[in-house]
Structure formats: C-alpha cells, structure tokens
C-alpha cells in the first residue's frame, strides 16, 4: 500500500506535541540483552535513538547483554545461575562480566550508534567513578553482585552537553577498587533518578507485564506502584521481571515522571513510545 504526501506529512506533524515535550528533557533507555536479538534489529533501535536525539531529546542509553555473557561463561566452561533474576557472580565471572559488558556489548552498540550518523561515546559504571556499590546483602551469597551506594552523573552530563549518546554499561566499583556485577535495570532506574530523567524506558523482549507469563492475551498496560507487593506476592512477577518491576517502582519513587516496559522486537516501539500517545507497554505511575 502506498502512503500519501498528506498522510506522511500527517504522520510526522502528529510527532510535534511529543517532540515539544521533551525536547531538552532527559529520557533514559535501558536495552536489554535478550531484546538485543540480532544486527538488524539492534541498527532500527540504534536509528530511532540518534532520530531522538538529534529532535532535541537528551538520549542516555544504558545496555544490558546477560545473554552475551552467559554465552562468554560457557565458552570458559562455566554455568549461569541465576537467583531472584541476579546472577551469581564469582570473581572470574565479574571478569568475564566487565569484558563482555564494557568491552563486547558496549563497544558494538556505540559502533552501531556512528553507523546510523549519530554520536555516541560508551561508558560503563568505573569511568569517572560513576557508579560506587557495596557488595549486596541478602539471604542468599551472590559474591560481585553490588548494590549501588552513589551514582556521579558528571561524565554523562558532560558527554550529553558535548552532543553525544552517553552509552553505559553497568560495572562499577566498592571502595577498595573492587569490580561488581550490577542488574542493569537497577543501574538504569538509579541513573534515571540521579539525572532528574523524564522517563525511564526499559526494553526488553516480551509486551509488557503480563499476568501469565505465558500468554500476551493477558497484557497489563498500567501498574499502580501501590499494587507491585500484592503481584509479587501473587508469584505473576519473576525471573528477569522481577529487578524489572523494581526498577520501574523505584524511578518512579523517587521522581522520574514515567517508567515503561516496552517491547524491544517491535521494529520502532521506541519512537511510537515517546512520540505518540499510543502506549506500547505497560507503564508504571
Ligand atoms: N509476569 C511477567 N510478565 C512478563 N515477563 C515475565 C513475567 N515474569 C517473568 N517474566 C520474564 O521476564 C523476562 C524479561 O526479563 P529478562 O530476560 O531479564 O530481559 P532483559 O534481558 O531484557 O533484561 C521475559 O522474557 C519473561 O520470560
Ligand atoms: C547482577 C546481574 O544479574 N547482572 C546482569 C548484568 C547484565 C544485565 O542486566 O543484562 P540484561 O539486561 O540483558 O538482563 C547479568 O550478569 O546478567
């Protein structure tokens, strides 16, 4: 079918409220590795983001990658394990973590970033001391997994203020200069808090929150934070969903404007997102 002038003109003029939103607002965007699925896919999600940013919208992109490092472990002969959705994280796996995740993962999407004509420089928790953690407690051990303590936005601040796409990969450091391995959701919500974001939009590769994780049918397009204890205690939220749902509660809780869950595989479900008023996912307020 072809489109008409009048209807692409339509379709671009519809974009201009959205557009007038954010402009200058920041919007951080957590990419998830299993929404990472191939070259092509990864080049749309890059385009829409070097389009957004080039309409005025401060674009930060923080980046996952758990199903690249769990390819690296196995290569080395090592397992993947996984409790409440974090991984279990020796000392050798916090190696291979920073490899992949900083070097691998980080490297590719800024490379596809330049691809697409923007400007993007890649970044990852220890650069400018940005992210400081502690080990994280719990009932079970994890070892290098961190629990952030602070977060210093300088460098992404001054890579915004200099035109570029921060690109963040989530490794940081303890006091004694020590690597940990950090959910990337959790980095994301922090980061989006600590840079006052106006949303904070993870994508990973599933609709949204669903009831059953098993069937889209049963999609959940809004989320009173209120009611995130009574769905967890109903067992609907878990695996990777859980720091998920974490994450969207806690950005919200601590000001950022929107939090979303949306649909990485859907070519361009970012710019339906933030440029029009068709909610793609399920949105947390
Ligand atoms: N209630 C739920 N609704 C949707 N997805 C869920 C739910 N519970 C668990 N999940 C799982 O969470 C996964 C997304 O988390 P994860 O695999 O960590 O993605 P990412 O790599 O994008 O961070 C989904 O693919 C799904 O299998
Ligand atoms: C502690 C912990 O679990 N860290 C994650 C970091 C990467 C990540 O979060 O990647 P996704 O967004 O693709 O899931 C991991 O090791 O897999």
Same mark, same amino acid.
């Given at each position: 079918?072809?489109?008409?002038?009048?209807?692409?003109?339509?379709? @671009?003029?519809?974009?201009?409220? !959205?557009?007038?939103? !954010?402009?200058?607002?920041?919007?951080?965007?957590?990419?998830?590795? #299993?929404?990472?699925?191939?070259?092509? @896919?990864?080049?749309?999600?890059?385009?829409?983001?070097?389009?957004?940013?080039?309409?005025?919208?401060?674009?930060?992109?923080?980046?996952?990658?758990?199903?690249?490092?769990?390819?690296?472990?196995? %290569?080395?002969?090592?397992?993947?394990?996984?409790?409440? +959705?974090?991984? !279990?994280?020796?000392?050798?796996?916090?190696?291979?973590?920073?490899?992949?995740?900083?070097?691998?993962?980080?490297?590719?999407?800024?490379?596809?970033?330049?691809?697409?004509?923007?400007?993007?420089?890649?970044?990852? +928790?220890?650069? +400018?001391?940005?992210?400081?953690?502690?080990?994280?407690? +719990?009932?079970?051990? @994890?070892?290098?997994?961190?629990?952030?303590?602070?977060?210093?936005?300088?460098?992404?601040?001054?890579?915004?203020?200099?035109?570029?796409?921060?690109?963040?990969?989530?490794?940081?450091?303890?006091?004694?200069?020590?690597? !940990? #391995?950090? #959910?990337?959701?959790?980095?994301?919500? %922090?980061?989006?808090?600590?840079?006052?974001?106006?949303?904070?939009?993870?994508?990973?590769?599933?609709?949204?929150?669903?009831?059953?994780?098993?069937?889209?049918?049963?999609?959940?397009?809004?989320?009173?934070?209120?009611?995130?204890?009574?769905?967890?205690?109903?067992?609907?939220?878990?695996?990777?969903?859980?720091?998920?749902?974490?994450?969207?509660?806690? *950005?919200?809780?601590?000001?950022?404007?929107? *939090?979303?869950?949306?649909?990485?595989?859907?070519?361009?479900?970012?710019?339906?997102?933030? @440029?029009?008023?068709?909610?793609?996912?399920?949105?947390?307020?």
């Amino acid at each position: 079918m072809k489109i008409s002038n009048t209807d692409k003109a339509q379709v @671009l003029i519809q974009a201009l409220p !959205y557009i007038q939103k !954010y402009y200058d607002k920041i919007v951080v965007i957590k990419y998830g590795g #299993n929404a990472m699925v191939d070259e092509d @896919l990864k080049q749309a999600v890059m385009s829409d983001l070097v389009l957004l940013s080039l309409v005025g919208i401060k674009v930060v992109l923080v980046h996952g990658g758990g199903p690249d490092i769990s390819e690296m472990l196995a %290569r080395v002969g090592k397992e993947s394990r996984f409790i409440g +959705g974090l991984r !279990y994280t020796d000392k050798e796996t916090a190696e291979i973590v920073q490899m992949v995740l900083a070097g691998k993962v980080n490297k590719n999407l800024v490379a596809h970033i330049e691809q697409s004509k923007g400007r993007a420089v890649g970044l990852c +928790g220890i650069d +400018g001391g940005m992210i400081k953690v502690k080990k994280l407690e +719990g009932e079970v051990d @994890l070892g290098y997994v961190g629990e952030i303590t602070s977060v210093d936005a300088t460098a992404i601040r001054d890579a915004l203020a200099d035109g570029y796409i921060p690109v963040i990969a989530t490794v940081g450091t303890d006091e004694n200069g020590e690597v !940990y #391995n950090i #959910n990337a959701d959790t980095a994301a919500s %922090r980061i989006a808090s600590e840079l006052g974001a106006e949303n904070v939009i993870l994508m990973t590769d599933i609709r949204g929150l669903l009831k059953d994780k098993d069937d889209e049918s049963t999609f959940i397009p809004h989320v009173n934070v209120s009611d995130v204890p009574y769905l967890k205690r109903q067992g609907i939220i878990s695996g990777g969903m859980i720091p998920k749902i974490d994450c969207c509660v806690e *950005a919200v809780r601590r000001g950022v404007k929107k *939090a979303v869950i949306i649909d990485g595989r859907i070519p361009h479900s970012i710019l339906i997102e933030i @440029l029009s008023d068709e909610g793609v996912g399920t949105m947390f307020a």
